[in-house]
């Protein structure tokens, strides 16, 4: 069983500039959850993807954005990237529905300069 | 809306001590609660969780938890730490037991001394 890997794991930005985080689901898995987490923070959830499609999004700007592939890999992207955006970013993937809990990857840490 | 609330950024334990740490719930609805550890540079691990069943759950590693409604806690113990359970914990808590979104603690770093 292929577990949830995302990439890159480290990654230095400018100020302005733009990323894409790329993750792969666990073998099965059909939603993904991404999760932004600040230095000394527990995570914060940012949006999930269903059946491609942005399925619950918390409380993070437009310029956050997400595509999920019909193999159930997920990009995120963050335009104009600010300071405050530093962080560890954090996918899970889990079933639609399912009773199975999030199963986590071991994220992406952006640093904006 | 929901929110946890983790009492104390930083425990320490000597090794073979009692393990708690301590997390309170704020829930509208009948709550799913989650015990996440984080070792540095990786994600989140799930330790265990509660979905109503038992209101002790028993999880890896030799952890478990007791759901008390009244108290409206959801405290993570361990009779007997080890060094190599010194790690991040996070309690967490959602509407439902799969997938919708996780609502995090934020976190007690846990030491364990020799």
């Known amino acids: 069983e292929t577990g949830v890997t995302q990439s890159p794991t480290h990654l230095i930005k400018t100020r302005g500039q733009q990323v894409t985080l790329r993750c792969s689901s666990q073998?099965?898995?059909?939603?993904v959850s991404w999760y932004q987490q600040a230095l000394g923070q527990g995570p914060q959830f940012i949006f999930q993807?269903?059946?491609?499609?942005?399925?619950g999004r918390g409380n993070f700007p437009p310029r956050f954005s997400g595509l999920q592939f019909p193999n159930y890999s997920s990009e995120l992207n963050v335009n104009a990237l600010e300071l405050d955006d530093s962080a560890l970013y954090l996918c899970?993937?889990?079933?639609?529905?399912?009773?199975?809990?999030?199963?986590f990857g071991n994220g992406t840490r952006l640093t904006v300069t | 809306a929901q929110s946890v609330t983790q009492l104390g950024s930083h425990v320490s334990v000597s090794e073979g001590a009692l393990v708690l740490l301590r997390c309170n719930y704020s829930?509208?609805?009948?709550?799913?609660l989650f015990w996440y550890v984080q070792y540095p540079n990786q994600g989140l691990q799930l330790l265990l969780k509660?979905?109503?069943?038992?209101?002790l759950v028993k999880g890896i590693n030799g952890f478990e938890a007791e759901f008390k409604k009244s108290e409206t806690s959801f405290h993570l113990t361990k009779p007997s730490a080890h060094m190599s359970d010194a790690a991040e914990y996070f309690c967490?808590?959602?509407?439902?037991?799969?997938?919708?979104?996780?609502?995090f603690g934020k976190g007690t770093r846990l030491s364990v001394i020799a």
């Open positions: 509660y979905t109503s069943a038992a209101t």
């Open positions: 993807y269903y059946r491609e499609e942005e399925n």
């Open positions: 829930s509208s609805v009948p709550p799913y």
């Open positions: 967490a808590v959602s509407r439902n037991s799969g997938n919708t979104p996780l609502v």
């Open positions: 899970a993937s889990s079933v639609w529905q399912g009773v199975s809990p999030l199963h």
């Open positions: 073998s099965g898995h059909n939603t």
